[in-house]
């Protein structure tokens, strides 16, 4: 796999991976543009590793939220990180897939998006993870609905 990105794609599999991923994927590889997919990950490499370089090193990334994305430490870790780096002016594009961004943006007003139920997580973590959630439905981005595709 190519070690310089232009796309990070963050993204929850089961919502997202077989749809939405894999056809932007595609689209960008097909004109040019390499992404990062954790689909696409060499064998024997260290995860974790492997996704924070490639988020360091992705010129854009795209942060697909979706109606379990909130659910996975993983996807909450990943779009913390790129919170944090975006203010190094990367670009982020939050895409808004089958959950409207004031989900996102008021997450205990909103039990589908409600942190709290996160199990294994300190409240430091659930606080962080909020504000980066809440940073993401605050850029301008796309609302995808799959139910109209």
Known sequence: MSTNYNVF???????????????SEGMLRSNG???????RMDEGNDVNVSIR????ISLV?????????????????EALRIIE???????????????APYMVRHQSECST??????KGSTDEE?????????????????EYSSKTM
């Open 53 to 56: 370089n490639a988020i360091d």
């Open 85 to 99: 780096i975006q203010k190094t002016s990367m670009k982020v594009l939050p895409v808004f897939c089958d959950v």
């Open 9 to 23: 794609i963050c993204h929850r599999g089961p919502d997202t991976k077989h749809n939405i991923v894999s056809v």
């Open 113 to 118: 998006y409600d942190l709290q139920n996160m």
């Open 126 to 142: 659930r606080k962080r993870w909020a504000k980066a959630l809440y940073d993401l439905s605050n850029l301008k981005g796309f």
């Open 33 to 39: 543009i390499t992404c990062f997919v954790d689909y």
């Open 61 to 77: 990334h795209i942060v697909i939220l979706s109606p379990t994305f909130n659910t996975s430490s993983w996807c909450l870790d």
